[in-house]
C-alpha cells in the first residue's frame, strides 16, 4: 500500500510543488484557459441546426468545452473512460493509458486496490502526478447501451458531489474502444 504514502504526499504538497512534478511540466491548463459553452459557440462558424434539445443558458455558462489532453487538465477531478480489467491487473488499455502514463505507478497501484468496478460505477483514486488531484474511474457499456452510459456519468457526478469537487472533465464515455455511437452518447450525457 505504497500508494496511500504516495497520495497523502501529492495532497499535502502545495501548489507550486505539485506543479513541479506534473508529467505535463508547464504545460497544464486551468479553468481560466478553458471557454464556456456559450463562450465556445460564439466561435464556431457553422450553422447551427435545428434540435428536440432546448437551450439551457445558465447551464451553458457553467460548462466548459475542452478539445484536449485531459491530463493536462488542472482541477479538481478528471473522469477516466475505465476498462474493467485496468482495474484488476494494472492493464493499460486505449482511453485510461494517458491517465496512467501521467499519474505514474501509484495510481495504477490504487486502481488495482479497488478490486475492480462494475459498468456504470464509479471509484476514485489520488491523481498523483497529474494536475487533477483526483481521478473517477467509471467503466462504460460495450456497444449502445443508454442505461448503462447515463449511470456512468450520473455516478462519477454524484461521487464528485459527496466529495465537494466543484470542478470536473468528463471524456466521451465508452465511444472509442466500447463503440457506443458518438453521435448518440452526448444526448445520453446530457439528459
Not at 50 to 56: A, C, F, G, L, V
Not at 75 to 87: K, M, R, T
Not at 124 to 131: A, E, I, K, V
Not at 141 to 150: A, C, H, Y
Request: aromatic share 10%; glycine share 6%.
Amino acid at each position: 500500500m505504497d500508494f496511500l504514502i504516495e497520495r497523502i504526499k501529492y495532497m499535502d504538497m502545495d501548489l507550486d510543488d505539485r506543479r513541479a512534478g506534473y508529467v505535463c511540466k508547464n504545460s497544464y491548463i486551468t479553468l481560466d484557459d478553458i471557454p464556456t459553452w456559450t463562450e465556445y459557440s460564439m466561435n464556431i462558424n457553422r450553422i447551427q441546426c435545428s434540435s428536440e434539445y432546448t437551450i439551457d443558458k445558465r447551464l451553458n455558462n457553467k460548462v466548459s468545452i475542452f478539445v484536449g489532453d485531459i491530463t493536462t487538465l488542472e482541477i479538481d477531478v478528471i473522469v477516466n473512460s475505465a476498462h474493467l480489467s485496468s482495474f484488476l491487473d494494472g492493464a493499460y488499455f486505449r482511453v485510461d493509458t494517458p491517465i496512467y502514463k501521467a499519474g505514474g505507478e501509484s495510481l495504477a497501484a490504487e486502481c488495482i486496490s479497488l478490486k475492480g468496478c462494475p459498468k456504470g460505477e464509479a471509484k476514485f483514486t489520488g491523481g498523483y502526478r497529474l494536475p487533477a488531484r483526483y481521478v473517477i474511474h467509471t467503466v462504460g457499456p460495450m456497444g449502445e447501451q443508454p442505461d448503462i452510459l447515463r449511470s456512468c456519468y450520473l455516478n462519477s457526478l454524484n461521487l464528485a458531489k459527496r466529495k465537494g469537487w466543484k470542478t470536473i472533465a468528463f471524456p466521451c464515455i465508452a465511444t472509442a474502444g466500447y463503440q457506443y455511437p458518438r453521435e448518440k452518447a452526448p444526448h445520453v450525457a446530457s439528459k
